[in-house]
């Protein structure tokens, strides 16, 4: 599967954005989709994850209240509703698959996860 992220933009603090991952071939619906972002001189992280059905929703903690994460399979597309955006939020986001899960829950880390996308900037001006 290939992956393509977008919807990133500039946008002040308090502002929204919508991001969407679109998935190319087959078997998108089998995977478990992740939200990962990395600013600049920082190593990539973990944002959110849902489960194939969008049952199993996950957060880091630093976006829980603020970020959804949510799926279309008939569209082969995730998306990450972002919310009262703060500047630590500024990063390029990408999106990726895994089916790896770890003590009951999915994988939060990086290298656990395939089929990278190019990303897509968010910047938060204050």
């Known amino acids: 599967v290939q992956l393509q992220a977008s919807g990133g933009g500039l946008v002040q603090v308090g502002g929204s954005l919508r991001l969407s991952c679109a998935a190319s071939g087959r078997s998108f619906s089998s995977y478990i989709m992740g939200w990962f972002r990395q600013a600049p001189g920082k190593e990539r992280e973990f944002v959110a994850s849902?489960?194939?059905?969008?049952?199993?929703?996950y957060y880091t903690d630093s976006v829980k209240g603020r970020f959804t994460i949510s799926r279309d399979n008939s569209k082969n597309t995730v998306y990450l509703q972002m919310n009262s955006l703060k500047p630590e939020d500024t990063a390029v986001y990408y999106c990726?698959?895994?089916?790896?899960?770890?003590?009951?829950?999915?994988?939060?880390?990086?290298?656990?996860?395939?089929?990278w996308g190019q990303g897509t900037l968010v910047t938060v001006s204050s």
């Open positions: 849902i489960s194939w059905g969008g049952g199993g929703i």
């Open positions: 990726a698959r895994t089916f790896t899960y770890v003590n009951g829950a999915p994988s939060r880390k990086p290298s656990d996860f395939g089929s």
